[in-house]
């Protein structure tokens, strides 16, 4: 891999771009709810959060490379096989995070600084370096940080904390369990070699079913909220609602599956990656929709 693929790598394109897509849906529903969009502000929101989110998981990296030697799907990055030195990494991280920062503070308000800034030290500290180590509620940690980048987009346009902001940021932050949960029970003997206390490790898989299904009501229950709140119109309830339905289907059938990895591999991971999609996609047209 040449220098350019390393420095990409680095900055895991998957968790990068996955975090920008629900920023980027949290602006277009707050500018469609306030009917206040506008293209610097969307670009140097996008822009800005890329390179914070980006500095968060290169540095998560380097704080990771003991862990991530012993796992599976990520002995093979480039902070475990030496293509990159340490030093270099952290260099880039801050670089990132200081790019991403300085964009952030003039296009677009302190609030977004502020929440960009929290779920960095959250990510990589509280969570990447603390608790994801040492506790089974690292997944509870880690998943303030990843509902960030969507309170991040939101406040982008808002300007301020209010019950909108309030809502998409716990859509997010509920998502995270059974989307997690599941890779937790499907890699559970990996999790359990590297010494990282995940809730399948130490509760066991029936448990963490249990929780799986819990989590996912509760995200239901917070996207079609945003209805008669005020913030969508009725289509977009209409179809997060059987969507909705539809995983927690899902989630019950688990607490009866023969397989339990098969059914969190192929059944609730997938769905979370194919509801997340949705769920950016009615966000940023919600708004719009009678």
């Known amino acids: 891999m040449n220098k350019l693929g390393v420095y990409y790598q680095l900055v895991k394109p998957g968790v990068m771009y996955g975090n920008v897509l629900t920023g980027v849906a949290g602006y277009l529903f707050a500018a469609g709810h306030f009917g206040a969009f506008s293209w610097v502000g969307f670009l140097a929101t996008t822009v800005g959060m890329t390179l914070v989110v980006s500095a968060a998981c290169v540095l998560n990296n380097y704080l990771d490379q003991d862990i991530d030697q012993i796992m599976q799907r990520t002995k093979k990055r480039p902070s475990v096989t030496g293509q990159v030195s340490g030093r270099a990494m952290v260099i880039y991280s801050l670089s990132l995070l ?3 920062t300085i ?12 929440i960009g800034l929290l779920g960095f030290v959250i990510y990589v500290w509280l969570y990447g370096a603390l608790s994801k180590r040492r506790s089974l509620h690292g997944t509870l940690v880690g998943s303030i940080s990843g509902a960030m980048p969507i309170a991040g987009g939101y406040a982008a346009v808002s ?11 716990l859509i997010l932050f509920f998502w995270q369990f059974p989307e997690f949960y599941s890779i937790s ?15 399948s490790v130490v509760r066991g898989v029936p448990r963490t079913i249990r929780w799986i299904l819990v989590n996912t009501v509760l995200y239901v229950a917070f996207t079609i909220a945003l209805t008669p709140l005020g913030y969508t119109g009725w289509i977009y309830f209409a179809v997060m609602l059987i969507s909705g339905l ?3 289907y899902v989630g019950f059938q688990g607490l009866s599956s023969k397989d339990p990895e098969h059914w969190a591999r192929k059944r609730m991971f997938r769905l979370s990656m194919y509801y997340i999609l949705l769920l950016c996609v009615m966000l940023s047209v919600g708004p719009l929709l009678p």
């Open 103 to 114: 964009t952030l503070s003039i296009w677009t308000n302190w609030l977004v600084v502020t």
């Open 185 to 199: 029970i499907y890699r559970r003997k990996e999790y359990k070699a590297a010494g990282i206390p995940v809730i």
């Open 246 to 248: 539809h995983w927690i």
């Open 159 to 169: 300007g301020s904390v209010d019950i909108g902001l309030i809502v998409v940021f």
């Open 98 to 100: 200081i790019l991403g």
